[in-house]
């Protein structure tokens, strides 16, 4: 395992791609604690608190399946530095002292339409970059990510308190900006991988593609069950008020579950690759079951306790992208990752914004967490018997 993360150091644009990961990951958790903060106190109100953090998700419904298919038809290097010098300028605009709150959350929701197509750019040329290396690659930046959440999200409060809300989000506008750079100086030219289509032809296509290949229906709709776990991350505010541990919890919540993940991912690297996709949809079971236990409405410590089993077992996911991305062909992995990525984004915006409004019905967040997550074992369940009665993906090298 040690020896296949090396190897992929070893290649000099996947160096470029990583060093750019972390800038944007690390600025993007510090604004998204700011802003989480932010609302709460000027509101008191979990429903706003978790519609305001959908926002950040919500949008790469719209933008995932009309613009991913540029990954495809524009040289990929293009797409990722234009988008990141979108969200740039957009969010050194929402630093400017004195921004109305509204004028924030649209500025915030115009520089989330930038990332279904930079994901799907990078995620369509880590495969031309690797090679055979592609899912050691996926594990380091997936581990990489996970990281800059945990880093992100457990110093942002601190952060926050030191540089204000408008020195995070200006934070965040440097280190796209520095992540701009990186892509346009250390990645090589390329050609655009397809011709030039009409939109609706390849929004056709991608979805045409995921949905009438069952396996890779399955690997999507496994990987868009986040929908139901993600509903601790858009309540930890109202969670952490719950408890009595306010702000100062918020970032001990948020860094849990990739804390989780973060170990779980390597812990799966030791298993051969044809077990961790027979283990995908019992792994994703297990993603949702432990958050039932908020039921019984847990301290800060047991909550964290819950977030970092669940995230333990949601590395799952690792493996599900990896196998979705080599059962793509690279013409149509833009879309296709475009599609599957933006949809996986808009159900983790949908069960914030839902988890809100329930918390708000049921007057607890914990609550509203353990009805998530018990409809999320139920739809777990229900695509692992489909997802188990496949059979073995035979073709599958070793990663």
Not at 104 to 111: P, Y
Not at 142 to 161: R, S
């Amino acid at each position: 395992m040690a020896t296949g993360f090396r190897a992929v150091f070893g290649v000099a644009e996947f160096r470029v791609l990583w060093c750019a990961a972390v800038l944007s990951t690390l600025g993007d958790q510090l604004a998204r604690v700011a802003l989480s903060v932010l609302v709460f106190e000027r509101t008191n109100s979990p429903a706003w608190t978790a519609l305001t953090y959908a926002l950040t998700m919500l949008p790469a419904l719209f933008s995932g399946i009309l613009f991913s298919g540029v990954a495809d038809r524009y040289p990929r290097r293009t797409v990722m530095v234009a988008a990141d010098l979108l969200r740039a300028v957009v969010l050194a605009v929402m630093a400017l002292p004195g921004v109305p709150l509204p004028l924030v959350a649209g500025l915030l929701v115009l520089a989330q339409l930038a990332e279904p197509p930079f994901a799907a750019a990078q995620g369509a040329l880590l495969p031309t970059v690797l090679g055979d290396k592609y899912e050691a690659g996926q594990s380091v930046h997936l581990i990489t990510h996970q990281a800059g959440l945990l880093l992100g999200f457990a110093g942002g409060g601190l952060a926050v308190y030191w540089l204000g809300t408008s020195g995070a989000l200006a934070a965040d506008a440097v280190t796209f900006a520095a992540s701009a750079l990186l892509l346009r100086l250390g990645l090589e030219a390329r050609p655009a991988p397809a011709s030039a289509r009409t939109t609706r032809l390849r929004i056709n296509e991608g979805a045409a593609l995921v949905w009438r290949t069952p396996r890779l229906r399955l690997l999507v709709l496994l990987g868009w069950l986040a929908l139901f776990t993600v509903v601790p991350e858009g309540l930890a505010a109202p969670f952490s008020d719950e408890v009595g541990t306010g702000a100062a919890g918020v970032g001990v919540l948020l860094a849990a579950d990739p804390a989780g993940m973060v170990l779980g991912t390597v812990l799966l690297r030791y298993l051969p690759t044809e077990r961790r996709v027979r283990l995908l949809g019992l792994l994703a079971v297990a993603t949702a079951l432990p958050l039932v236990a908020y039921l019984l409405h847990p301290g800060l410590l047991g909550a964290v306790t819950l977030l970092a089993l669940s995230g333990l077992f949601s590395a799952y996911q690792v493996t599900a992208g990896a196998t979705f991305v080599r059962l793509v062909p690279d013409a149509r992995r833009g879309q296709a990752l475009g599609f599957a990525r933006s949809g996986l984004v808009a159900a983790q915006g949908v069960g914030v914004a839902g988890g809100g409004l329930l918390a708000t019905a049921t007057g607890s967040a914990a609550t509203a967490i353990a009805i998530a997550a018990g409809v999320g074992v139920l739809a777990a369940a229900a695509v692992t018997t489909r997802w188990m009665a496949l059979g073995p993906l035979e073709q599958l090298a070793e990663g």
